[in-house]
């Protein structure tokens, strides 16, 4: 059966992957249908990632459907459609214990760490970690898990009734923290460099406040004149871009919250005394997702308060990815979301 590895930078080719066998206590056998692509997949591609190591099959957004359960599995049966929370934590860190699984120190990500689901034979994955959907196609499946980031990243920004929430960067993770606030009663501003991620935000997601940011910081009257000189409560950046990481202070409320939802590799500097201090900011990092944001997510989908067809803009099927691929790190290329057919199915 074929499947995908990344064998070296900028490299994607087909291999052969057989089948793994039947499931044993506890895991559940699948089979997938649906992937997305998302900046993990493309930073991995172009040796980028810190935690991805060639040869690696990726995938870890993931529209998956149950062949075959172990024994003493009751999540899920034979025949359901599933997306997968890719975190396999240890239940025994201290980490795991207090609730933060997706903080574990001993977490290993689908995909990332060790091989995915780009590959059409079937394989094993803790049923635990599969949270069925069959309402849902498997498209909007596959791109539960980006939700996530983003829904996890909103609970720990906390927004209130009232208040004034920004999301930097209208990426795949902003646009999922943006998907959530927009339900909620709040005054909502999304900033980024890309005028048609914006313009998508406007048209497709009903965001009113889309902000061209500049290089010479001049977006900042702006999100001053929206905000009648009181800034945003809670900020969330989703660029993983130093600089924008230290800026995004000074559109800060006093008392507001910075949630730090993208990751990057420098140290981050930030002005101690005229923002943190003076305007008594928290500042805190959002990581993967909680096991219950999933069944959550999928509700919301389910209740129609989301519409996932909005974000696909861009297809391809396993056999084009080799040559295919390499486009989606270009932002010239204009994607959206891009998702891989792995096998062929019903939606």
């Given amino acids: 059966m074929n499947a995908i590895a990344f064998t070296a930078k900028d490299t994607a080719e087909i291999i052969d992957l057989p089948s793994d066998p039947a499931p044993g206590p506890g895991q559940a056998l699948v089979r997938t249908h649906r992937m997305g692509i998302c900046g993990t997949d493309t930073s991995a591609f172009m040796g980028k990632f810190p935690f991805f190591q060639f040869p690696r099959t990726p995938g870890h957004e993931l529209g998956l459907e149950v062949i075959a359960v172990g024994e003493n599995v009751t999540e899920v049966k034979a025949g ?20 933060h699984s997706n903080a574990c120190p001993k ?13 059409q034979s079937d394989w094993l994955v803790p049923a635990h970690k599969l949270h069925p959907g069959n309402e849902l196609s498997y498209d909007e499946l596959a791109l539960v898990e980006t939700l996530a980031i983003g829904y996890h990243a909103v609970k720990r920004g906390n927004p209130q009734a009232g208040e004034t929430a920004i999301v930097i960067g209208a990426g795949p993770i902003g646009l999922a923290a943006l998907e959530f606030l927009k339900l909620m009663d709040l005054t909502v501003i999304v900033v980024d460099f890309a005028q048609n991620r914006l313009d998508f935000c406007q048209e497709k997601l009903g965001i009113e406040h889309a902000i061209q940011a500049k290089p010479d910081g001049s977006h900042l009257a702006e999100i001053e004149t929206i905000t009648q000189g009181a800034f945003a409560d809670v900020i969330i950046d989703a660029t993983g871009h130093a600089g924008s990481m230290v ?6 409320a006093v ?8 990751i990057t590799a420098q140290d981050i500097q930030f002005p101690q005394a005229p923002f943190f201090h003076r305007r008594e900011l928290s500042v805190m990092a959002s990581r993967n997702a909680h096991p219950k944001d999933f069944p ?5 989908i389910k209740d129609g308060k989301i519409n ?17 691929f390499a486009k989606f790190c270009d932002p010239k290329t204009g994607a959206i979301k891009a ?3 792995v096998n062929d199915s019903p939606n």
């Fill in 255 to 262: 008392g507001g919250r910075v949630v730090y939802v993208g």
């Fill in 339 to 341: 998702v891989i057919t």
């Fill in 80 to 99: 359901d459609k599933c997306s997968l929370e890719p975190y396999l934590n240890d239940p025994e860190t201290v980490a795991s214990q207090r609730g």
């Fill in 296 to 300: 959550e997510i999928i509700q919301i």
């Fill in 107 to 119: 977490v290993s990500v689908i995909g990332v760490h060790q091989n995915g689901g780009l590959r």
């Fill in 247 to 252: 800026g995004c202070f000074e559109f800060a």
């Fill in 308 to 324: 996932l067809q909005n974000w696909i803009t861009h297809r391809l099927n396993l056999d084009e990815v080799p040559t295919e």
